[in-house]
């Protein structure tokens, strides 16, 4: 079945050791998505890729990165992270801005 | 309002109740609301996307109604299950999410 994939599942790093989250998608579509949910709080949009143009929220922490080698991968690269970047984060696939699919999530915890 | 808010932020039922839960968005510019469907260590699973004021859309026992000009959404569940237990998340076009209601049935 088509799907979006996020490895690892769970993560635990170290506070302040690099740490990258991978998302494959065979959906084929041309967006995707990263997204941080903290605790009872409204998943938050970090940045996405339309295509290959790289869009950045403004209140995104220089410290989250993002790669998109081709179509069907994503990474989101933490540089250093921090206690509180303990975090669900989902990413997502369009075609074009269209309704959502999502991965079942990667559960970051920084110790 | 600036931000999606959702309400309640979280619900108890007993199986057989029907409930309702609010999206609330900003009025202005808008172009569609989704709602999702997230279940505990699954994906997010979309349920409907909604774009006309007035809209009522429909998915067995799960329904939602659009009022764009007042910025509200509501979804109804009918003959709640305990299947039925879900966080529903709202959202915006623009990928503004609100914190969800959190849906718990009890058998």
């Known amino acids: ?111 | 309002i600036l931000n999606v808010e959702q309400s309640p932020q979280s619900l108890h039922v007993q199986e057989g109740d029907s409930t309702n839960f609010t999206c609330s968005f900003p009025s202005s510019n808008f172009y569609a609301l989704h709602w999702y469907r997230w279940e505990t260590a699954k994906s997010p699973e979309a349920l409907f996307v909604m774009t006309l004021n007035g809209d009522e859309k429909k998915k067995g026992r799960i329904s939602a109604t659009l009022n764009t000009k007042e910025g509200y959404s509501y979804l109804y569940i009918k003959g709640s299950q305990p299947e039925d237990s879900a966080t529903y998340l709202c959202a915006t076009r623009t990928m503004r999410f609100g914190a969800g209601t959190r849906l718990t049935v009890k058998p």
């Not at chain 1, 799907?3 to 690892?8: D, E, F, G, K, L």
């Not at chain 1, 990413?91 to 970051?108: D, I, K, N, V, Y």
């Open chain 1, 1 to 111: 079945d088509a799907m979006v994939i996020q490895n690892p599942r769970y993560q635990v790093t170290q506070f302040g050791k690099p740490v990258t989250l991978s998302c494959s998608q065979t959906l084929n579509h041309n967006v995707m998505y990263w997204y941080q949910q903290k605790s009872s709080q409204a998943p938050k949009l970090l940045f996405h890729y339309y295509d290959k143009d790289f869009n950045n929220e403004a209140d995104t922490p220089d410290n989250f990165q993002s790669r998109r080698p081709n179509t069907s991968f994503c990474f989101l690269d933490i540089r250093s992270p921090g206690l509180g970047d303990t975090a669900m984060y989902l990413c997502a696939t369009s075609r074009q801005a269209g309704e959502q699919f999502f991965g079942p999530g990667t559960r970051l915890t920084v110790l």
